[in-house]
């Protein structure tokens, strides 16, 4: 994975934890050192988990790692939107429609780990690609 391609998961990375992390201080109050903490943590260590794997010279362990942390993200917040707290505006139920806030908050987060996940996934590849090649010279 080149310079640019990290710092391009590295910019993605920061858009959808900020988005996140304003989504989060919506959630009800009573959810604040729940599963929104458990998302917070997540996010934090999927980045963790990409500096790590940015640093090392073998990958595997720590893409392996990064990637079911990234699935356990995306799950985490599937279960957060079925919960109906993508619902919540200050802490509380919004009066505008809510379901129409919560299906648009969910999809853009949605999309940001989906993005995420897929250049995850490339990263994968690449350095599969690679421990090939060095196996076959």
């Not at 998961?9 to 959808?16: D, G, H, I, Q, S």
């Not at 619902?87 to 969910?106: C, I, M, Q, V, Y």
């Amino acid at each position: 994975m080149g310079q640019h391609s990290e710092a391009e998961l590295n910019r993605k990375f920061v858009e959808t934890a900020k988005l996140m992390n304003i989504y989060l201080n919506h959630f009800p109050k009573f959810e604040k050192y729940a599963l929104a903490q458990e998302v917070r943590q997540c996010m934090y260590s999927v980045y963790g988990f990409i500096i790590e794997g940015q640093k090392r010279y073998h990958k595997k362990t720590t893409l392996i790692n990064l990637d079911i942390r990234h699935e356990q993200l995306r799950m985490f917040v599937n279960l957060s939107n079925s919960l109906g707290y993508f619902e919540f505006k200050d802490g509380n139920k919004s009066d505008d429609s809510p379901t129409k806030l919560a299906a648009h908050r969910f999809i853009a987060i949605s999309r940001l780990i989906d993005e995420l996940g897929r250049m995850i996934g490339g990263w994968v590849v690449f350095e599969r690609q690679k421990e090939q090649d060095r196996e076959a010279s």
